[in-house]
Nanobody
């Protein structure tokens, strides 16, 4: 059984910063891609940032230059540093990991339960 536990969400004023964390636990052999998605009220879930096992990262255009994704493979943890937050960043943020369990061959996607980020104007 794999669990992804997010933390770091909350209420912040526009222009402020938050740092999200997501730690995976369980019988994990390797984690491939780690990522953050978000879903605002009334909208579809969208990709925010991805980081691959080699360290390369991709960002949504709306967060480029403001958000930074990073990972700590020893801790099975992915981070999202969010700066210069704007009200449009308000959403539930979900972490996602594609990982391989011990004894398995193929990677599978796992999701956290989400953490709410609210940016006030």
């Amino acid at each position: 059984q794999v669990q992804l536990a997010e933390s770091g969400g909350g209420l912040v004023q526009a222009g402020g910063s938050l740092r999200l964390s997501c730690a995976a636990s369980g019988s994990i052999l390797r984690i491939n891609t780690m990522g953050w998605y978000r879903q605002a009220p009334g909208k579809q879930r969208e990709l925010v940032a991805l980081i691959f096992s080699g360290g390369r990262s991709n960002y949504a255009d709306s967060v480029k230059g403001r958000f930074t994704i990073s990972r700590d493979n020893a801790k099975n943890t992915v981070y999202l540093a969010m700066n210069s937050l704007i009200p449009e960043d308000t959403a539930v943020y979900y972490c996602n990991m594609n990982l391989i369990l011990r004894g398995e061959w193929n990677g599978m996607d796992y999701w956290g339960k989400g953490t709410l980020v609210t940016v006030s104007s």
